[in-house]
């Protein structure tokens, strides 16, 4: 199944990091959280990629441009001007970079690669900034079963501060940052169906406010609940959060 990746957005909050690169090359270790989230759905067996370019979409094309020469062994013989690949340590992904435009919204991308999708039933979709664990597989039989025009992965987010038990004055528990057991809210991760695209009128539309309450309301939206790990990369506190889980080894998103 065909993987939709967003990669073109602002990211304003991230601006510290998101000056130099979009949001989707910020290294979690020594490689973008772009390709942790490529590397997840590939260990499922997804491998055709349609990254959705808009925000300095130059930086994600000679990222891949250049993986061969920077992640292969290379035979260079300057005599004869000849550069020959030894090795190929690359992945086996098939990978389309579609510019979507600078102010293009999140629906609205969806819909500007819609001739790369069209001949297809379902095809799966994430932002770039959001790393998981669930069983993306487990979504697409989900969605598969209830027949749906979208699937989205639920998760329970992080509290943003730690919690204490008190009882009479004495702290009889500390929980640092636990999950939030009041909700549930949008993981980023979808399975979709291509009818979706028949509600999508503009690039100006927003997945989040224009079409989701719309397929909500007309019985056409599932949540495939998950209370594994997830975390987004929203700020530069989650980046330190994410980089600090990759120094420690404590990668649970690392499922390949």
Known sequence: MKVVILAGGLGTRLIEETKLVPKPMIRIGDMPILWHIMKYFSCFGHKEFIICLGYKGDVIRDFF???LRFNGDIDIDLKENKINIIKNNIDDWQIKLINTGLT??????IKKI???IINDQNFLFTYGDGLINSDINKSIKFHKKHK???TVTAVRPMKRFGVMNISNTKVTAFNEKPVDEGGWINGG???LSTKILKYIHSSNSVLEKDILPK???SNQLRAFQHNGFWHPLDTLRDKI???NFWKLRNTPWKVW
């Open 114 to 116: 819609e001739k790369y």
């Open 215 to 217: 397929l909500a309301k």
């Open 189 to 191: 991760y979808f399975v």
């Open 241 to 243: 959060n994410l980089e």
């Open 148 to 150: 749906k025009i979208a």
């Open 104 to 109: 293009s919204n999140t629906a609205g991308r």
């Open 65 to 67: 441009i250049n993986s």
